[in-house]
């Protein structure tokens, strides 16, 4: 693996990108069932509530753990300051 160093705004640029890229395809998803709650949605997804979207609820819970992981890291960035 190759290192190069990267001026730390950047990278905060970048996952400030993401984090908006994140949010915008969750509330695409929540928008398309007409929810507005992501753990409402996962739970009527889970429990058949809702049918056919076990795939949206897939990528949905996929898309939240990425959020949660890009704000944790712009937190530890945040606290190593």
Known sequence: MT???VEKELLEELLDYKLKYLH???EKILKKWNYRDPE???QHA???TIEEAE???ITLRQLLKEREDAFQLRNDWNRND
């Open 55 to 57: 795939p949206d609820a």
């Open 46 to 48: 889970r429990d058949g």
């Open 3 to 5: 290192i190069i160093d």
């Open 40 to 42: 409402i949605f996962l």
């Open 24 to 26: 915008k395809e969750i």
